[in-house]
C-alpha cells in the first residue's frame, strides 16, 4: 500500500488534488480551532533587530506550524528530496511558505548552503531537526552547523492541541482535530556560536523538549 501511495506521488495532477485536500483541511481545523499565542516577542524581537533566525521544531508538530507563523519576512523551510517531501513541500507552498531541498541524509551541503545564505539576509529558515527519519525527538547537528555558520539564533518552536490524534509513524506524527483550543509556542533564542556541535546538540534538544512539555501544559490547564 505505502508502495502504492509513493508511486502515485509522482504523478502531478495526484500530487496537486491531495496537497489541495490537505491544505483545505488544515485551514478547517485552524479556523475552528481557538488558539492563543506563548512568546511571540521573542520572533518579535529578532525581527525588529533585523537579525535572521532558525526557527526549530519537531517532525512531528510540522502539521499545523504553518499557521504559526504572522510576520513579516520571508519563510522558508527546509524538507527533504525525498517523494513524501515533496508532499509536505507542495503543501505549505500553499501557504506562501518556501522550501529548501535537503535533508541530513540527502542533498544536505546543497540545503546548508542555501539556508545559510538566506539567513544572512535576515531571513528565516525552519528546520525540523530529528527530520526526515528520526530519530524522534533527536536533534541531528546540521542545525546547529547552519546556525554557527550563518551567526544567527535558533528559536524552538511548536504547537499544542486539546484535539488530536499521534499516527502510528516513527515520529508519532500529530494530526490535529477540529472544534479544540490550541497553542502556538516560541522558545527564547539559543546563541550556540562557539559550541561544539554535540553541545549545541544537547542545549537545543532540552530547549525543546521544556517548550514542549509548557505548550501541552497550557492546553491541559486553560
Not at 196 to 216: N, T
Request: proline residues 5%; contains cysteine.
Amino acid at each position: 500500500m505505502a508502495s502504492f501511495f509513493k508511486k502515485w506521488l509522482q504523478n502531478n495532477r495526484f500530487l496537486s488534488v491531495l496537497t489541495w485536500i490537505a491544505s483545505l483541511y488544515m485551514r478547517f481545523v485552524f479556523k475552528t480551532t481557538q488558539w492563543s499565542f506563548l512568546g511571540e516577542e521573542h520572533p518579535q524581537q529578532e525581527i525588529e533587530q533585523g537579525h535572521g533566525f532558525i526557527t526549530s521544531f519537531w517532525h512531528q508538530r510540522l502539521l499545523m506550524a504553518v499557521f504559526g507563523w504572522i510576520y513579516s519576512p520571508d519563510f522558508s523551510m527546509i524538507i527533504s528530496s525525498h517523494k513524501d517531501g515533496r508532499l509536505i513541500a507542495e503543501t505549505v507552498a500553499r501557504f506562501g511558505i518556501k522550501w529548501i531541498a535537503g535533508s541530513t541524509s540527502k542533498g544536505g551541503a546543497q540545503a546548508l548552503r542555501g539556508a545559510v545564505r538566506q539567513l544572512k539576509e535576515a531571513q528565516v529558515v525552519g528546520i525540523t531537526p530529528d527530520g526526515p527519519r528520526g530519530p524522534r525527538h533527536k536533534v541531528q547537528s546540521g542545525v546547529i552547523a547552519m546556525a554557527q555558520l550563518a551567526k544567527v539564533n535558533i528559536l524552538p518552536f511548536t504547537f499544542s492541541m486539546s484535539h488530536c490524534v499521534y499516527l502510528k509513524t516513527w515520529d508519532h506524527f500529530v494530526l490535529p482535530l477540529p472544534f479544540g483550543r490550541g497553542v502556538f509556542a516560541w522558545g527564547k533564542p539559543l546563541n550556540v556560536q562557539g559550541l561544539p556541535l554535540d553541545e549545541g546538540q544537547k542545549q537545543l534538544e532540552h530547549a525543546m523538549h521544556i517548550l514542549q512539555a509548557y505548550s501541552d501544559a497550557h492546553i491541559e490547564h486553560s
